[in-house]
């Protein structure tokens, strides 16, 4: 099937494919974007007719309806060949592997594969079997015992245990928020896994956001609104991560609304993450804000030197490794990002001193592995020195790129900045925009303008590659 699916296709449809994913993860995020888009593949492509895998029937309506135009739009723009694109329903090559790969291991139950995305499980999903169990799985290293507390956290820890072990509703609902690879979701199932414990009768729901549209969005297909309400009414604890995903989803936020509201009227607890304050978040309704802060809101800050410290210590204990004090300084010292990466880094020193049978991890060692992604974390571009270029190529200066002038010798190189800015750095909108001392509405506006030019006008799209081969140097 692959081979012939990409039978017709020369290497520059695919890699156009590649260029509208990148494209696509900026513009929805990459949660939407690894559910609904990641699992689609380039098919067919004959006189200027695209077709696009996608795994099931139920995927291919939701991205018909959401993103089908949004794809259109950017694909013409690259190549004005494309007349047409359909939608049809195939397992993708990854897909079809993972299922031989499934299919041939004797005790397929027994793999768990916590990396496996939402969306790759939709296998199944498009035949009605009464309704689908509400709570996600939970992680089982994801308790309060395995969460390292320091300065940053201490006080979302002490929130999030408070809330597990009170029997009656303290503040409702509790808030987390923080950047990504903090916590959040590791305190939630924490929570989780207590209350489990200590009261297996109290009935727990865990999901994301993005669960809780999609199976709203299953119980509308099948006329089974009531049942999907019914099952939220019985639940003592609930909890939704990555609340942020609901942005600009009105109908989803609407029914979160109401099920929110009646829990809460009828004393449940509720439990909320995202990766803003409630009133930083953007595209979510006003009312709903108002309501997601008007209990606790807890921030999990990005960590300090200790508490990385402790992380690495913890970790390595649990995986039964010998981790040198000075090693452990140079990874708490150098990936300071989050506690993702900071994991990960420990995990790839590990795997590598193993796969070599070398028998003690070195600091040399270390830096040798790490060499790469060290090199991109020293490199990683600011905001400011994008603007310092900016400013360098069109002859003006910072000042003026930064100032209210609306020439437009100024205000192009400036929405260009802004592009740049979203597109080189982990920056939010917002963030950008108090650069430039603009709302974030305006950066948005940039970004799109600049997207849009970059099909038209080639000086513009050249000035754009060249600031960009020099940003990222
Ligand atoms: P978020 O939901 O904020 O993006 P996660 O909860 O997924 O972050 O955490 C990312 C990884 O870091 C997980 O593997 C988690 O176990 C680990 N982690 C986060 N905070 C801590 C902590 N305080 N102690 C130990 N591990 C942590
Ligand atoms: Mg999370």
């Not at 999903?125 to 507390?149: E, I, K, R, W």
């Not at 909890?239 to 109401?258: A, G, H, I, L, R």
């Not at 070195?362 to 060499?371: A, E, S, V, Y």
């Not at 305006?442 to 099909?455: C, P, S």
């Amino acid at each position: 099937m692959a081979a012939e699916a990409l039978k017709n296709n020369d290497g520059s449809v695919q890699d156009e494919w590649g260029q509208i994913c990148n494209q696509l993860k900026m513009e929805f995020g990459e949660t939407a974007f690894d559910s609904w888009l990641k699992p689609l593949s380039v098919g067919n492509y004959e006189n200027g007719v695209m077709n696009i895998c996608v795994p099931t029937a139920f995927m291919k309506n939701w991205v018909i309806t959401h993103y089908s135009d949004r794809i259109h739009k950017i694909w013409e723009r690259k190549n004005p060949n494309i007349r047409q694109i359909n939608f049809i329903v195939r397992a993708t090559n990854a897909d079809s592997s993972l299922l031989k790969k499934i299919s041939s291991t004797p005790t397929p139950q027994n793999i768990y594969m916590p990396e496996m995305s939402f969306a790759s499980n939709y296998n199944g999903y498009d035949t009605h079997d009464g309704f689908m169990q509400l709570s996600a799985p939970l992680n089982p290293n994801y308790t309060f015992d395995s969460f390292m507390v320091g300065k940053t956290n201490e006080f979302a820890y002490a929130a999030a245990r408070k809330v597990a072990e009170s029997r009656s509703v303290s503040f409702n609902p509790l808030f987390l928020y923080s950047g990504v690879g903090l916590g959040k979701t590791h305190l939630m199932h924490a929570i989780a896994w207590h209350i489990k414990q200590q009261d297996p009768k109290r009935h727990v729901i865990y999901l994301s956001a993005e669960q809780f549209l999609f199976k709203f969005v299953k119980a509308l297909r099948y006329k089974d609104t009531a049942a999907f309400k019914e099952q939220f009414r019985a639940v003592d604890v609930l909890m939704v991560d990555d609340v942020q995903f609901m942005s600009n989803k009105e109908s989803t936020q609407e029914e979160f609304f109401y099920t929110f509201n009646s829990l809460i009227e009828e004393g449940r607890q509720i439990i909320i993450s995202a990766d803003k304050s409630p009133t930083d978040l953007e595209g979510i309704e006003t009312r709903l804000k108002s309501r997601l802060g008007g209990g606790l809101v807890a921030d999990i800050h990005p960590t300090d030197f200790d508490l990385r410290m402790s992380i690495l210590k913890y970790k390595a204990k649990q995986m039964g490794i010998e981790l040198p004090e000075k090693v452990a300084e140079f990874l708490a010292e150098k990936v300071t990002s989050n506690i993702r990466e900071l994991e990960g880094s420990l995990k790839r020193v590990v795997a590598h001193s193993q796969l070599l049978s070398k028998n003690e991890i070195t600091l040399d060692m270390t830096q040798d592995i790490l060499k790469d992604m060290l090199r991109s974390i020293d490199r990683k571009t600011t905001i400011d020195e994008i603007q310092k270029k900016v400013a360098e190529y069109f002859n003006i200066s910072v000042k003026e790129l930064q100032s209210s002038r609306r020439a437009r010798t100024v205000a192009r190189p400036r929405q260009i900045a802004m592009y740049l800015a979203k597109q080189l750095t982990s920056r939010s909108l917002p963030e950008i925009g108090r650069k430039f001392d603009r709302d974030h509405t305006t950066v948005m506006h940039a970004v799109r303008k600049v997207e849009g030019l970059i099909g038209e006008d080639v000086s513009l799209a050249e000035s754009v590659n060249a600031l960009r081969r020099t940003l990222e140097n």
